[in-house]
């Protein structure tokens, strides 16, 4: 009784901090007209949410949010600008091209930069990878080759905001960006620790292999 006293306790605690961390993210994103401060308020809300996924430890939240805000804010910076240029001209193109084959092809490229977006500040929180364009590679091939798992996620964070806006639009001011974040966050570092145990299972039997010989 007592365990599932605490468990629901720190679940409790785990919600304000979401609530919290939003209300963060939000004060930054206006603050900074969103064109300044998206990138890095995004990057340092799920570098927080990794740290919650990878420790058991409590730190102080507001100052370790600023801490990754600060971190990375010029790669995380223009990161933002890139993908926030990448969706204007992708949204003009849709607007305006009638051809029925140039939009079905817009729209393939769209899917693919969704996919890359999705990916790309998990990536940056988890990877020590050098090099802006490297991390944006790479974000856009982790999408693709964990392309069920990333559909799987779009269906469940569209489908649970059209419930959210339904039934409890007001859910949204408290939660809106710390949700969508927490729900990429945790499905990333799952198929991240995934490629690591296969990473580890095929360098054991490559040593096993090499012991045989």
Known sequence: MLQKLESTNKNLIR????????????????????LFTFGPASYAMVSVIRKWLRSSEDFPLTHT???????????????????FAVAFVLYVDLAYIQNWYLRVVILVIS???????????????????????????????FGFSQLHYSLVLLLIIIGSYAVIIRLVPGMLTFMGSSFFFFAITWT??????????????????????????
């Open 15 to 34: 919600l304000l901090q979401l609530v919290y961390l939003n209300f963060l993210w939000g004060i930054l994103v206006v603050l900074g007209l969103g």
């Open 65 to 83: 949010y600023f801490r990754y805000f600060k971190e990375n804010y010029k790669e995380t910076l223009l990161i933002s600008w890139l993908y």
């Open 111 to 141: 899917f693919f930069y969704v996919l890359s977006a999705l990916y790309i500040f998990p990536i940056m929180a988890h990877y020590q990878w050098q090099g802006m364009f490297y991390k944006i590679k790479m974000a856009f091939l």
């Open 188 to 213: 990333a570092v799952q198929l991240f620790d995934r490629l690591k145990k296969k990473e580890v299972a095929i360098d054991k039997n490559t040593f096993s292999e090499g012991e045989q010989l």
